[in-house]
Structures are given as structure tokens and as C-alpha cells.
T-cell receptor, first 115, second 114 residues
Framework: DARVTQTPRHKVTEMGQEVTMRCQPI?????VFWYRQTMMQGLELLAY????????DSGMPKDRFSAEMPDATLATLKIQPSEPRDSAVYFC?????????????FGPGTRLTVL | AQSVTQLDSQVPVFEEAPVELRCNYS??????LFWYVQYPNQGLQLLLK??????LVKGINGFEAEFNKSQTSFHLRKPSVHISDTAEYFC????????????FGTGTKLQVIP
């Protein structure tokens, strides 16, 4: 049963520290999405990759967030420096095909708490 | 730009009763519509999607939704809910043609009461 994996599942850190979240998309999928979910804002798209190239990161705060895909099996989302307002659940999702019509397969999420 | 509205933030319903979760979208062009479900402490998973063709779409776990273009709605229904249906349900919309960002609604929490 193929699924998206994310590590760590939980992360508690102090303000100012660097945070790295990792995602392994489903093998063969060529699109990867990063979302942030909070009670106030709901589900927000942070970044979108296709064939490892970033195509849309308009939802991501550029000064502190960065997203990369070093290879087809790994996507990373980094926050440096982290702030309490970054506390949220971060989801990675992957898909195969056109993002407008394709099903997105979500990972279990990383729950980040910044103190 | 497209948008999607889920008017009900919470819907309580008794077990074995029918349920309808409402979703309305705003777009002047053709859209693709989705319903995703999120169980506690899990990621979202697809229930069903409308791309084209029949306006009545059947999904997993006995759910179905009907696309109504004139009312710009895509309501989700189930004739008889189970305790296991307790979850949060998200409607999502995207525009046709090339890459378009998927826009999610704010979610509806379905609470099934024994």
C-alpha cells in the first residue's frame, strides 16, 4: 500500500531555531505539494513541485521558508529562523498527472510547535 | 480567481441518519471539484471528484455528490452515516486548463452521534 511519508511527525522547538521537515512522495509520482494547516487559516498551499522543479511557491514566506527536492524521493521544507506563528501542521502531498484534475495523496503531517 | 465556501463549520447527526454537507463555489469558468476527508491526526484523502460528464458522482464509503452548475454547488451526501464517518470534510475547487492551484474550503466537521 503506497503512501506518502513525512518525518518527523511531531517537532517542538524554540523560536529562532532551524526546522527541517522531510517528505517521501509515492514512488512514481511527479508532483509534490506542501501545505500548512491552522485553525485560523485552514489549509494553505505553500509550494508545488513538478518533476522536482518548483513551479509555485507564491504561498510561502520567502524570507524564512525554503522548499527543495534534492531528488525524486525526497522533498524538504525548511524554516529558518522559526517563529511561534509558524506553529501548525505541515502536510506533504504527491500526485501523478495534471494538478488541476489529479488526486493528491497526503502524508500524515508534521505537527510543529514553536515556543 | 476561484473560491469555495463551506457554510457549515460543524454538522452533528445521529447514526444511521442521512447527511448533506454543503459546498458552493465561485468561478466564471469551468471548474473541477473535489471532496476530501480528514480523520483525526491524519492527512486528507480523496472521497470523490467531478471533472466532467455525469453530474452525480459516487465516491468511497457510500458518499456521493452532485454538481449543480446553475446553483454553483457541489453538496456531499450520504443516506446513512456511521460512527466511523466522524471526520472533517473539505470541498476543493480548481480551474481547468494547465496548472491551477487547488483551493480548499474551510472544512466541515461531521460529528456522528450514537
Amino acid at each position: 500500500d503506497a503512501r506518502v511519508t513525512q518525518t518527523p511527525r511531531h517537532k517542538v522547538t524554540e523560536m529562532g531555531q532551524e526546522v527541517t521537515m522531510r517528505c517521501q512522495p509515492i514512488l512514481g509520482h511527479n508532483t509534490v505539494f506542501w501545505y500548512r494547516q491552522t485553525m485560523m487559516q485552514g489549509l494553505e498551499l505553500l509550494a508545488y513541485f513538478r518533476n522536482r522543479a518548483p513551479l509555485d511557491d507564491s504561498g510561502m514566506p520567502k524570507d524564512r521558508f525554503s522548499a527543495e527536492m534534492p531528488d525524486a524521493t525526497l522533498a524538504t521544507l525548511k524554516i529558518q529562523p522559526s517563529e511561534p506563528r509558524d506553529s501548525a501542521v505541515y502536510f506533504c502531498a504527491s500526485g501523478l498527472g495534471q494538478p488541476g484534475t489529479d488526486t493528491q495523496y497526503f502524508g500524515p503531517g508534521t505537527r510543529l510547535t514553536v515556543l | 480567481a476561484q473560491s469555495v465556501t463551506q457554510l457549515d463549520s460543524q454538522v452533528p447527526v445521529f447514526e444511521e441518519a442521512p447527511v448533506e454537507l454543503r459546498c458552493n463555489y465561485s468561478s466564471s469558468v469551468s471548474v473541477y471539484l473535489f471532496w476530501y476527508v480528514q480523520y483525526p491526526n491524519q492527512g486528507l484523502q480523496l472521497l470523490l471528484k467531478y471533472l466532467s460528464g455525469s453530474t452525480l458522482v459516487k465516491g468511497i464509503n457510500g458518499f456521493e455528490a452532485e454538481f449543480n452548475k446553475s446553483q454553483t454547488s457541489f453538496h456531499l451526501r450520504k443516506p446513512s452515516v456511521h460512527i466511523s464517518d466522524t471526520a472533517e470534510y473539505f470541498c476543493a475547487v480548481t480551474l481547468g486548463g494547465g496548472y491551477q492551484k487547488v483551493t480548499f474550503g474551510t472544512g466541515t466537521k461531521l460529528q456522528v452521534i450514537p
